[in-house]
């Protein structure tokens, strides 16, 4: 059984950073893409990164192009997702999830998906 667990959010200051991890099991990492998506209050579910299963292969959402970074640890089945320069924009709960396949960002082509993890950004 496919099972993703994120981790790491919580509240920051405007202009703080955040790391958030993603632990998958009853799989291995090297063979999915991966994606981080987030979902605000009231809006809809959107991509904020995702990556192929080569390190090269990323895709990031124009509003956080220059200060998000995802990652993957292979070796211990892990993805993470580096946000820095945050914004009270950015205030959603954040998703990992995986899909075989090519790099792609449509929610849809996602098979497996985390509980999500809290990211609240404020003074």
């Known amino acids: 059984q496919v099972q993703l667990v994120e981790s790491g959010g919580g509240l920051v200051q405007p202009g703080g950073s955040l790391k958030l991890s993603c632990a998958v099991s009853?799989?291995?990492?090297?063979?999915?893409?991966i994606g981080w998506f987030r979902q605000a209050p009231g809006k809809a579910r959107e991509g904020v990164a995702c990556m192929g299963t080569k390190d090269r292969d990323q895709l990031y959402a124009d509003s956080v192009r220059t200060r998000f970074v995802i990652s993957r640890d292979n070796t211990n089945n892990a993805a993470y997702l580096q946000m820095n320069n945050l914004k009270p924009e950015d205030t959603a709960v954040y998703y990992c999830a995986a899909r075989s396949g090519p790099v792609g960002s449509r929610i849809y082509e996602y098979a497996y998906w985390g509980q999500g993890t809290q990211v609240t950004v404020s003074s």
């Open positions: 009853g799989t291995t990492l090297k063979y999915w893409a």
